[in-house]
């Protein structure tokens, strides 16, 4: 299995190699990585990682920043990083964490971690058909603690 990182240099905690750290840990894998300045760029940088580097799957790793302006631009990324897919057909596994989720530099650091190394994993048991289904409706976040399934 080939997996594409892309990641950002605007991110303030190197997201892609918590992330590739992580998918080695979980089998026989080759990883492409591909940074670029801002999320903005992680579209096309996922579509060269299809297209260019053959990957079957890519985790798109960036962090948009507190203000207004800057969830304006995670938007349009995200609009992005789904156009490719749809013109792929392919996964991109989507891993952002916006600044002010964080109360502090040290949360910010823990988190930006922890959500790579979930979403990797998400991205490792998403190559695994069936895997996923055994979590269906069963409230998984990443980074923070699981919602949990809702109770009737
Ligand atoms: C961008 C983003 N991404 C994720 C994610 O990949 N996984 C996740 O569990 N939470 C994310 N969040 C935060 C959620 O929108 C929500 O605010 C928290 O999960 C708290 O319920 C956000 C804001």
Known sequence: MRIGVADTTFARVNMGK?????????????????????????????????????????????????KEKDRMCAHEASTGLIQCQLMTNRHIIEVFVHEDEAADDSELAWLAEQRAREHAVNVIKLMRPGTLEREAGSGQRQGFSDAGAARQ
């Open 18 to 66: 918590f992330a590739i750290d992580e998918l080695k840990k979980h089998g026989s894998v080759v990883i492409e990585r591909y940074t670029v300045p801002g999320v903005k760029d992680l579209p096309v940088a996922c579509k060269k990682l299809f297209e260019e580097y053959k990957c079957d799957i890519c985790m798109a790793l960036g962090m948009p920043g507190g």
